[in-house]
């Protein structure tokens, strides 16, 4: 399990305020972060 289900509803969150934030569909910002597009 990489994420408790007790942290699943802000983990979404988050994420989604991520996405407005940064990772919007008009000039992206998302290469400003890309520690989180990094996966093992």
Known sequence: EV???N???PAHQAMI???REICHP???ECDQY???Y???
């Open 26 to 28: 008009r000039n992206p």
């Open 34 to 36: 890309p520690q989180l």
């Open 17 to 19: 305020c991520f996405g």
């Open 3 to 5: 994420l408790p289900k």
């Open 38 to 40: 990094h996966f093992d």
């Open 7 to 9: 942290e699943w509803l």
